[in-house]
């Protein structure tokens, strides 16, 4: 069973850069495609960025105008997403989520949280001067 950690969040002032990461011991990470979501307070959880398996491709929000990275480490058996140029209505729970996929199709347009099946606590990100 598949369980992803987030680690990296923090208090960051607005224009400022902020790198998560999820990591998922016993389990590799490259065979799961691998999504970021978040939720801030009273709204519904948002997908920010996907990368399939094997690293092939990547998706991002269209809010986000090219200021969030998602990557994999397979050395450290880890996803990162890089958030720079932060504003404070970034603020909110990070997620990590995951679904076994063998195959490395294409991250789904829409990154639809029914997608994914394995689910990491959440790290807060908090933008404020």
């Known amino acids: 069973q598949l369980q992803p950690v987030e680690s990296g969040g923090g208090l960051v002032q607005p224009g400022g850069s902020l790198r998560l990461s999820c990591a998922a011991a016993?389990?590799?990470?490259?065979?799961?495609?691998v999504a970021w979501f978040r939720q801030a307070p009273g709204k519904e959880r948002e997908g920010v960025a996907c990368i399939s398996s094997f690293g092939g491709t990547t998706n991002y929000a269209e809010s986000l105008a090219g200021r969030f990275t998602i990557a994999r480490d397979n050395a450290e058996n880890t996803v990162s997403l890089r958030m720079n140029s932060l504003k404070p209505e970034d603020t909110g729970v990070y997620y990590c989520?995951?679904?076994?996929?063998?195959?490395?199709?294409?991250?789904?347009?829409?990154?639809?949280?029914?997608?994914?099946?394995?689910w990491g606590q959440g790290t807060q990100v908090t933008v404020s001067s």
């Open positions: 989520a995951a679904t076994w996929s063998p195959l490395p199709y294409r991250c789904p347009a829409f990154i639809d949280k029914s997608r994914f099946n394995y």
């Open positions: 016993g389990s590799t990470l490259n065979s799961y495609m």
